[in-house]
C-alpha cells in the first residue's frame, strides 16, 4: 500500500515537471518572439508566430507562396487603417497604376472612388466604352460581374472592371438611388486624353474653352502649348471645364495654377501628420491671371480639379458653374518599394486658400446648372451653354 502510493505520489510529482516544464518552454518561447520581433516598441511576435504556424503546419505546403503571403499581410495593414485611399499595390498592381498616371491601360474608361461607403463613379473618360455605355458620375456600381461590391476595396473593384481589350464587363449601377440596371460593357485600349481645347468665335469676342480631363504627368506641358496659341489668338475671355475631372498629380494642378493666378497668391495649404501646415503658392507666369475666367465643375469633379477650382473661387471671385464636385480633400504620395510594389498613402489634408476642406462636401457652383438624363439623349449642353453667358456678361 505504501509503495503505491509513493508510486501515485511519483506519477503526480513528474506530470506536475512536464506540465511546469510545458509552460516555461511555452513563456521562454513567447518571450523570445517578443524579444526578437518588437520593433520601434511595437510587438510583431503575433505576426511572426501566426506566419510560423502557417508556413510549417499547413497541409498542403505546396500551395503556399511566401510572396503572396506577404503582400497579403501589408494589405492587410494598410486597409486596416480604413482609408480608401491609401493602399499597396503588388509589382503588377504599381505598373496599372503607372499606365494609369501615363494616360494608357486597358479596361472601360470608368474613374472610381469612394462616397458614403460605396463604389462610386467619379467619371467615365471622354471617348471610352464606359462614357459611351452611358456611365455617368454618381452612378454606384453595386456589382461586377454579379459579385457585390459591398466587401471589395477600391482597388479590387478597379482591377475587377480592368482587363484586356476585346473581353466583357457588366456592371450593376444604381442612378440617383432609384434606377437599378445592368450595364455590359466591352473593354478597350484607353488612351487617356489631358487635355483640349477650342477658340469660339462670339459676339464679344474670342472665348477659349480648355477641357482638363485628369492631371496626368503630361497635362501641364499640353496645357502650356495650348496656352501659347491661345495667347496668340488675343482671346477675350477663357472657359475652364473640368467637368468630370478626377484630379491626379496636384503638382500638375498648381503648375496650372499659376497661369491664372498672380505669383505669391495661395494655391492651397497641407496639414501633415502633426498639425503642421505648409502653404503651396503660385510660381506664375499669370499669363491669363487678368483674361476673364470661369469654371465649369460637377460631381465628377475632384481631387486635383478640386483644388484648382478653390484657387480660383478664392483668389479671384471666378464664378463657378454646374453642380457640387466630389468632395476629395487629402493628398496622396506614392512610395515605390524595392520589388516593384508599391504603397499609395494619404500623407495630408488641403485646404482651399479660404481654409475651407472639402472632404465629402466638395465645392459648390456659384451657378447652380444640372446636365438631365434628357440632356445627355439629346446632346445638350445648358452648363457650357450657361458658362459662355456668364464669359460675356464679364467681358461686357
Keep these: 500500500m505504501q509503495n503505491s502510493t509513493k508510486n501515485i505520489v511519483g506519477l503526480i510529482l513528474i506530470s506536475l515537471s512536464f506540465v511546469a516544464g510545458f509552460y516555461y518552454h511555452e513563456f521562454i518561447f513567447q518571450e523570445y518572439y517578443k524579444a526578437a520581433y518588437s520593433i520601434d516598441g511595437i510587438d510583431f511576435s ?9 508556413s510549417t503546419g499547413y497541409v498542403d505546403q505546396e500551395k503556399i507562396d511566401k510572396t503572396k503571403m506577404t503582400y497579403g499581410a501589408i494589405s492587410g495593414m494598410v486597409n486596416a487603417i480604413g482609408d480608401p485611399y491609401t493602399e499597396f499595390f503588388n509589382p503588377e498592381e504599381a505598373k496599372k497604376l503607372e499606365e494609369d498616371l501615363a494616360g494608357s491601360f486597358e479596361g472601360i474608361g470608368l474613374q472610381l472612388g469612394i462616397k458614403n461607403n460605396q463604389i462610386t463613379a467619379i467619371s467615365p473618360i471622354k471617348g ?45 449601377i444604381s442612378r440617383e438611388g432609384t434606377e437599378v440596371k445592368d450595364v455590359e460593357i466591352i473593354r478597350a485600349v484607353i488612351k487617356v486624353p489631358s487635355m483640349d481645347y477650342e477658340i469660339k468665335e462670339t459676339a464679344s469676342g474670342k472665348i477659349a474653352i480648355i477641357t482638363l480631363y485628369q492631371f496626368s504627368d503630361s497635362v501641364y506641358q499640353d496645357f502650356k502649348t495650348a496656352s501659347i496659341d491661345i495667347l496668340n489668338n488675343n482671346v477675350s475671355g477663357i472657359i475652364l471645364d473640368m467637368r468630370s475631372n478626377p484630379g491626379g498629380l496636384v503638382n ?6 499659376g497661369w491664372f493666378l498672380e505669383k505669391g497668391q495661395l494655391i492651397l495649404s497641407e496639414q501633415d501628420k502633426n498639425g503642421e501646415k505648409t502653404e503651396l503658392v503660385s510660381n506664375g507666369p499669370s499669363n491669363f491671371a487678368s483674361v476673364p475666367l470661369v469654371v465649369l465643375i ?20 471666378v464664378p463657378i458653374i454646374g453642380v457640387t464636385s466630389f468632395g476629395k480633400g487629402t493628398v496622396q504620395q506614392i512610395i515605390n518599394l524595392d520589388d516593384g510594389s508599391s504603397l499609395k498613402i494619404t500623407t495630408a489634408k488641403w485646404y482651399t486658400p479660404s481654409g475651407v476642406r472639402i472632404q465629402d ?35 461686357k
Design 46 to 54: 503575433l505576426l511572426k508566430k501566426a506566419w510560423d504556424q502557417v
Design 128 to 172: 471610352t466604352p464606359a462614357e459611351k455605355a452611358g456611365l455617368r458620375p454618381g452612378d454606384i456600381i453595386l456589382a461586377i460581374d454579379a459579385t457585390s461590391t459591398s466587401n471589395l476595396s477600391l482597388d479590387e473593384a478597379v482591377n475587377i472592371i480592368r482587363g484586356p481589350k476585346d473581353t466583357k464587363v457588366v456592371l450593376t
Design 252 to 257: 500638375q494642378a498648381t503648375s496650372i495654377a
Design 298 to 317: 460637377n460631381n465628377g469633379s475632384a481631387s486635383a480639379s478640386e483644388i484648382l477650382a478653390g484657387a480660383l473661387k478664392d483668389n479671384r471671385k
Design 361 to 395: 462636401t466638395g465645392i459648390e457652383p456659384d451657378i447652380k446648372v444640372d446636365l438631365t438624363q434628357e440632356d445627355y439623349e439629346q446632346n445638350k449642353d445648358p452648363q457650357l451653354e450657361k458658362a459662355l453667358l456668364e464669359i460675356e456678361k464679364i467681358i
